[in-house]
């Protein structure tokens, strides 16, 4: 179990620009969540796959994020045209199927938008 | 909306005592768990003890206890003989297969 990896661990960036942040989880959960979170809150959905189909989207998850999980693996989130308010710490997340199965969190991806 | 509310923000406790932190929630679902994370600073969040809640026993786990009020929609987390490494931000959350947080209780160790 080397655990949930995440990269780059930090993203600076000036807006406008396009970015990408990658997800591996850990090698058997078919389940992949992002979340995101900024300074002193805790973190918020945004999306989740199950192996390959991405099943759900949060509404805070505007038309510039898309998130891909090809083959049921590594994921990537993508947010086009950053904004200033897009500044967080961006969690991914895995786990086995089922509701009661616990989460398993990454280190995070911190984006800074010049 | 469904929330989750840690009154909270900063908890203090001397080393080898106990602390409690307190956590509601608001939800209409009937069957769902409740996680408690602990995120030390610069590190990644780790799971500290899970309730499902069509079980009415509290978790435990080790020196860490929850006191479930399915009623009330409470949810509390007792973590007893505190040890410095037990310095972190701790959230609370609810969810099946997406979880809501809480904005997190800082808890601070003294020697």
């Known amino acids: 179990d080397t655990g949930v990896s995440q990269n780059p661990r930090h993203k600076i960036t000036k807006r406008g620009q396009n970015v990408t942040f990658r997800c591996d989880p850990i090698?058997?959960?078919?389940?992949l969540y992002w979340y995101r979170q900024t300074l002193g809150q805790g973190p918020e959905f945004l999306t989740y796959?199950?192996?390959?189909?991405?099943?759900?989207k949060s509404r805070l998850l505007s038309d510039r994020f898309s998130a891909e999980r090809p083959k049921g693996s590594f994921s990537t989130l993508e947010i086009q045209r950053t904004e200033q308010g897009d500044s967080a710490m961006y969690l991914c997340?895995?786990?086995?199927?089922?509701?009661?199965?616990?989460?398993?969190f990454g280190d995070g991806t911190r984006l800074s938008i010049l | 909306a469904q929330t989750v509310t840690q009154s909270q923000p900063e908890m203090s406790v001397q080393e080898a005592e106990t602390v409690t932190l307190s956590c509601t929630y608001d939800?209409?679902?009937?069957?769902?768990?409740l996680f408690w994370y602990k995120q030390p600073p610069s590190r990644q969040m780790i799971l500290v003890i899970r309730?499902?809640?069509?079980?009415?026993q509290n978790a435990t786990e080790n020196r860490f206890s929850v006191n479930f009020q399915k009623a009330a929609k409470s949810f509390s987390l007792k973590i007893s003989d505190s040890q410095l490494g037990d310095a972190a931000m701790y959230f609370c959350?609810?969810?099946?297969?997406?979880?809501?947080f809480g904005a997190g209780t800082t808890v601070t160790v003294r020697a």
């Open positions: 997340a895995s786990s086995e199927g089922g509701g009661n199965q616990p989460q398993h």
């Open positions: 090698s058997e959960h078919n389940r």
């Open positions: 796959f199950q192996n390959e189909a991405q099943l759900e």
């Open positions: 939800t209409s679902e009937s069957d769902y768990y």
């Open positions: 309730q499902e809640a069509y079980k009415q």
């Open positions: 959350a609810w969810g099946d297969y997406k979880l809501s």
